[in-house]
């Protein structure tokens, strides 16, 4: 379970990335959503309220530690990077290993650019504007999204393959919902951790525990996984996070630097030699 804080509007909101039964997004899989991407994140059938916040730029380590049952360790690293400028675009840029990196740059209107340094290609996904998206939409990809009216969450079914630099989930303020805590299913506790300094950035502290019972999935054992996230308001990003499971290890992502101010406009932009290839939207009728 890796568990991401999504910023919306209410307390807190968690996005179920690859595993359904770890209730990552425990919001959203207590609405039975089944996001296929963290692009789903973005999906509202309003307007997102605007939420101002520092523009910045910031480079993260992840530190991912597995022990197997003979006591070998397993320690991979990866760094990332992060970028806000004052028109309220985001980027993030991962470097998978030294000849590939992926890079999202996600506009305040929904729109966005993704490009991988592998395929050279830039994809430019036209979404409709958040106050359109209602019902169903076909993509020039041949997919089909939904955007429900009470879940605020688009459910796709995708015949072919995404792009890999998949998008990043949207920062539009709090880390919250409008659901409360008080709705979690009873294997998941919530508690609050209280502000904090990291990188002398003010943080808001969040831990969910999730518990399988006793054979759920075959254990003879309960099975706890701990997910503690920082999460920095001025910025609407997350400055450090921790994910603890007994099964695949701790991983742990947090910045190394934060640097306030405009980040270089430059970095927002892909390679001028990168093919573009644009994704349109039209709305179709639901099935």
Same mark, same amino acid.
């Given at each position: 379970?890796?568990?991401?804080?999504?910023?919306?509007?209410?307390?807190?909101?968690?996005?179920?990335?690859?595993?359904?039964?770890?209730?990552?997004?425990?919001?959203?899989?207590?609405?039975?959503?089944?996001?296929?991407?963290?692009?789903?994140?973005?999906?509202?059938?309003?307007?997102?309220?605007?939420?101002?916040?520092? @523009? #910045?730029?910031?480079?993260?380590?992840?530190?991912?530690?597995? &022990?197997?049952?003979? +006591?070998?360790? $397993? *320690?991979?690293?990866?760094?990332?990077?992060?970028?806000?400028?004052?028109?309220?675009?985001?980027?993030?840029?991962?470097?998978?290993?030294?000849?590939?990196?992926?890079?999202?740059?996600?506009?305040?209107?929904?729109?966005?650019?993704?490009?991988?340094?592998?395929?050279?290609?830039?994809?430019?996904?036209?979404?409709?504007?958040?106050?359109?998206?209602?019902?169903?939409?076909?993509?020039?990809?041949?997919?089909?999204?939904?955007?429900?009216?009470?879940?605020?969450?688009?459910?796709?079914?995708?015949?072919?393959?995404?792009?890999?630099?998949?998008?990043?989930?949207?920062?539009?303020?709090?880390?919250?919902?409008?659901?409360?805590?008080?709705?979690?299913?009873?294997?998941? @506790? #919530?508690?609050?951790?209280?502000?904090?300094?990291?990188?002398? &950035?003010?943080?808001? +502290?969040?831990? $969910? *525990?999730?518990?399988?019972?006793?054979?759920?999935?075959?254990?003879?054992?309960?099975?706890?996984?701990?997910?503690?996230?920082?999460?920095?308001?001025?910025?609407?990003?997350?400055?450090?996070?921790?994910?603890?499971?007994?099964?695949?290890?701790?991983?742990?992502?947090?910045?190394?630097?934060?640097?306030?101010?405009?980040?270089?406009?430059?970095?927002?932009?892909?390679?001028?030699?990168?093919?573009?290839?644009?994704?349109?939207?039209?709305?179709?009728?639901?099935?």
């Amino acid at each position: 379970m890796r568990l991401l804080i999504l910023p919306a509007c209410g307390v807190l909101a968690f996005v179920l990335a690859s595993h359904p039964a770890s209730g990552q997004n425990l919001l959203a899989a207590n609405n039975d959503s089944s996001a296929s991407s963290a692009e789903s994140s973005q999906s509202s059938t309003t307007p997102a309220a605007t939420v101002k916040h520092l @523009s #910045y730029s910031a480079e993260f380590k992840q530190t991912n530690q597995q &022990i197997l049952a003979d +006591g070998t360790m $397993i *320690t991979e690293e990866r760094t990332s990077f992060e970028a806000q400028d004052a028109e309220g675009r985001r980027l993030s840029s991962e470097n998978m290993r030294p000849d590939f990196t992926i890079t999202y740059v996600r506009y305040p209107d929904g729109k966005s650019l993704s490009w991988s340094t592998t395929q050279k290609t830039v994809t430019k996904n036209n979404m409709p504007s958040r106050d359109q998206r209602h019902g169903c939409w076909a993509d020039s990809q041949g997919r089909t999204h939904h955007w429900g009216a009470e879940s605020n969450v688009r459910k796709e079914s995708a015949s072919s393959s995404t792009n890999p630099a998949q998008p990043a989930p949207s920062n539009t303020g709090q880390p919250a919902t409008s659901k409360t805590t008080k709705e979690l299913p009873s294997n998941f @506790s #919530y508690e609050d951790l209280g502000t904090d300094s990291f990188l002398g &950035i003010k943080v808001n +502290g969040y831990r $969910i *525990t999730h518990t399988t019972p006793v054979g759920a999935i075959g254990n003879d054992r309960p099975i706890v996984e701990i997910d503690e996230d920082w999460f920095a308001p001025d910025l609407g990003t997350i400055l450090r996070s921790i994910h603890e499971d007994p099964r695949t290890g701790k991983k742990t992502n947090e910045a190394t630097s934060v640097t306030l101010g405009e980040p270089d406009p430059s970095l927002f932009q892909p390679p001028d030699d990168y093919i573009v290839k644009t994704v349109d939207y039209h709305q179709v009728p639901c099935n």
